[in-house]
């Protein structure tokens, strides 16, 4: 008696043509058109509710919302302990930081809930990148080439021999009856030697740039911390598949020579690839700066990920990356993302940093641990020696080649800042527990190193620099005229190599320069700076430097805002120079004819600078 709805019309429709063609129609078919003639003929109606002024739904924010509030913690307890100078001045702040992740893990197992753990993925993708790329794009190039050797023979032999003297001893002491260590092997404990040997950067980090030490002790040690993950990776996978497999024969350790050669290099061409393709980028943006950063972080973190992908070493992935585009990207890029850079960076490493020591301090109350003795302070021990021997023993055959000796005082310092710090825990945490059934016992001696490196070692290193009155970092910037004359000093060693026929480094890094002049700078930055003389790329970026540190400090120098770019900065005169950059013995007037004599001289040098020099006979 009602008219039939279309579903139920469609419904009909195929029963016809099922029957028509002698096929049994569905079951659930036919139960839908009954529903559905039913439903028809029997609407139901629905019951009106009052409208929900307010509701409750934790859930669909609980990720965001955690993530936020760990965040804002840090943050939080960061700007407190700064707000306390007595405090950080005698306790480090990634010791106060651990301290406030123990209170906050033990609080939330007496509530009754599950503290979060420090895991693995989270640290290597998440929170290492920020760190790792703010060092490696604001990496002090000069003292860090003029070192590398150094640096490769502490991140390189010194490691190799940490992991094999501690793995080697530990498994001596493994075989004494009364330890209950009788099930660990020699693969596991040169595993577990590999995984506590590596010096961790996060850590050095945060110890040593609140002490202030001088740039080549710093060096020294933050690239051994940087340059020594090809070696803690390479040792830690080979170490994991020998422990799996229980042979190793001649081949594999050869194989194992060419994984690290795979790894460390691997990871730099990778780094060089991503920095070189966000340079040529930069070329292309003057009429989009706001995107400007976006492009040096994606490629930077593009970098570590297709590191990783094929388990390079995406911690000198990233190193590359910063310091082969920073130069390229810097002379194409406004002021203005410079600066957005500059402080995105420092704000996301330094989170990065404090969310690592809060977590490592909640892991070590949420983890599950293995008590013994003997173990942990076997390791301790070996950790102490191993590294003090390494240290002395490569510094005797590094001095023969050094021109600046490193004195006793610069070895104790290198020895007694090899901090142990999260990459270790993340390694150990890694560990399958079916294949290392002492992974457990692995985690709470690692938690126990690192610890004692943070608390102990990080709290007395700055009562022991100043007792041995150990050269401090100098807070002055060099002027001027010291970075003129570093370069010409540099252009006297080449000339002096060239005519002793001597190669040594001065004259290979002219050979870089020169060919970076001469084709790569053409190709990564636009306009006419890639043509540039040095002398005169070197005086704008001296102009720019001050005119910037002017602004920053209430000269009242008033920019203008219609100019995106950094070059058209350089004329910017300052109305009132603060009191600290003022040169006294010089009057306002000599100062402007000193600079306009300036002007003139490097304009005459830009006119002439294609011009052959005559040969000057050095004998009559």
């Known amino acids: 008696g009602t008219q039939p709805s279309p579903v139920s019309w469609s419904c009909l429709t195929l029963l016809c043509v099922c029957v028509s063609s002698g096929l049994t129609p569905h079951h659930g078919l036919q139960k839908g058109c009954e529903a559905d003639v039913t439903k028809s003929k029997h609407p139901t109606n629905r019951?009106?509710?009052?409208?929900?002024?307010?509701?409750?739904?934790?859930?669909?924010?609980?990720?965001?919302?955690?993530?936020?509030?760990?965040?804002?913690?840090?943050?939080?307890?960061?700007?407190?302990?700064?707000?306390?100078?007595?405090?950080?001045?005698?306790?480090?702040?990634?010791?106060?930081?651990?301290?406030?992740?123990?209170?906050?893990?033990?609080?939330?197992?007496?509530?009754?809930?599950?503290?979060?753990?420090?895991?693995?993925?989270?640290?290597?993708?998440?929170?290492?990148?920020?760190?790792?790329?703010?060092?490696?794009?604001?990496?002090?190039?000069?003292?860090?080439?003029?070192?590398?050797?150094?640096?490769?023979?502490?991140?390189?032999?010194?490691?190799?021999?940490?992991?094999?003297?501690?793995?080697?001893?530990?498994?001596?002491?493994?075989?004494?009856?009364?330890?209950?260590?009788?099930?660990?092997?020699?693969?596991?404990?040169?595993?577990?030697?590999?995984?506590?040997?590596?010096?961790?950067?996060?850590?050095?980090?945060?110890?040593?740039?609140?002490?202030?030490?001088?740039?080549?002790?710093?060096?020294?040690?933050?690239?051994?911390?940087?340059l020594n993950d090809a070696v803690t990776v390479?040792?830690?996978?080979?170490?994991?598949?020998?422990?799996?497999?229980?042979?190793?024969?001649?081949?594999?350790?050869?194989?194992?020579?060419?994984?690290?050669?795979?790894?460390?290099?691997?990871?730099?061409?990778?780094?060089?690839?991503?920095?070189?393709?966000?340079?040529?980028?930069?070329?292309?943006?003057?009429?989009?700066?706001?995107?400007?950063?976006?492009?040096?972080?994606?490629?930077?973190?593009?970098?570590?990920?297709?590191?990783?992908?094929?388990?390079?070493?995406?911690?000198?992935?990233?190193?590359?990356?910063?310091?082969?585009?920073?130069?390229?990207?810097?002379?194409?890029?406004?002021?203005?993302?410079?600066?957005?850079?500059?402080?995105?960076?420092?704000?996301?490493?330094s989170v990065s940093e404090t969310l690592i020591f809060i977590f490592l301090g909640v892991s070590t109350v949420a983890g599950n641990h293995s008590w013994n003795w003997t173990f942990v302070t076997v390791t301790i021990i070996l950790c102490l020696v191993s590294r003090v021997l390494g240290v002395v023993g490569l510094t005797y055959v590094i001095n023969k080649f050094r021109i600046v000796k490193l004195t006793t005082k610069d070895q104790f310092i290198v020895a007694y800042g090899g901090l142990r710090g999260a990459i270790a825990f993340s390694l150990g945490y890694l560990l399958d527990k079916s294949h290392f059934p002492m992974r457990d016992m692995f985690l709470t001696a690692i938690i126990t190193v690192i610890f004692f490196t943070v608390f102990v070692q990080g709290m007395t290193i700055r009562p022991l620099v100043d007792l041995l009155a150990v050269k401090k970092k100098q807070e002055t910037k060099r002027s001027i005229n010291e970075e003129i004359h570093t370069q010409f000093l540099d252009h006297l060693l080449t000339g002096i190599e060239d005519i002793c026929g001597h190669y040594g480094h001065h004259h290979w890094k002219d050979k870089l320069n020169r060919f970076n002049k001469k084709y790569v700078k053409k190709c990564l930055i636009a306009g006419e700076r890639s043509k540039e003389p040095q002398l005169i790329a070197f005086y704008h970026k001296m102009e720019m430097k001050q005119a910037i540190e002017l602004v920053e400090s209430g000269g009242g120098v008033k920019l203008p805002s219609a100019v995106p770019s950094t070059v058209s900065m350089q004329n910017i005169q300052p109305k009132k120079p603060p009191s600290d950059r003022a040169i006294p013995q010089i009057s306002k007037g000599r100062e402007e004819e000193i600079r306009k004599i300036l002007r003139n001289n490097l304009q005459k040098t830009r006119q002439r600078v294609r011009e052959p020099l005559p040969l000057i006979p050095l004998c009559p």
Request: glycine share 8%; proline share 5%; with cysteine.
């Open 47 to 226: 019951t009106k509710k009052p409208f929900p002024v307010l509701s409750f739904d934790y859930e669909h924010v609980k990720t965001p919302f955690e993530i936020s509030l760990w965040v804002l913690l840090a943050s939080l307890m960061k700007l407190g302990f700064h707000l306390i100078p007595r405090l950080s001045s005698i306790v480090p702040e990634s010791c106060l930081l651990i301290v406030v992740g123990l209170l906050v893990g033990g609080l939330i197992k007496v509530v009754g809930e599950t503290p979060p753990v420090l895991d693995s993925q989270v640290f290597f993708l998440f929170l290492l990148p920020p760190i790792i790329l703010d060092a490696g794009y604001f990496l002090p190039i000069r003292p860090f080439s003029e070192n590398l050797g150094t640096i490769l023979m502490f991140a390189v032999v010194g490691t190799l021999w940490n992991s094999f003297f501690m793995g080697g001893l530990l498994y001596g002491v493994c075989q004494i009856k009364g330890t209950d260590l009788n099930t660990v092997n020699l693969l596991a404990c040169l595993l577990f030697g590999s995984i506590i040997s590596a010096v961790d950067p996060v850590a050095v980090l945060a110890v040593f740039e609140e002490i202030h030490i001088n740039e080549l002790l710093h060096i020294l040690v933050f690239g051994e911390s940087l």
């Open 234 to 349: 390479v040792l830690y996978h080979l170490f994991e598949e020998y422990a799996g497999v229980g042979s190793v024969s001649i081949l594999d350790v050869f194989l194992g020579v060419v994984c690290f050669l795979v790894v460390a290099l691997g990871g730099v061409l990778v780094g060089a690839f991503y920095g070189i393709l966000a340079a040529f980028t930069s070329r292309f943006t003057s009429h989009t700066r706001v995107i400007e950063p976006l492009f040096v972080f994606v490629y930077s973190y593009m970098a570590y990920l297709s590191a990783e992908v094929f388990h390079l070493s995406g911690i000198m992935a990233l190193i590359a990356c910063g310091a082969v585009m920073r130069p390229y990207v810097e002379a194409n890029i406004s002021h203005k993302s410079h600066t957005t850079i500059k402080y995105f960076l420092k704000m996301w490493s």
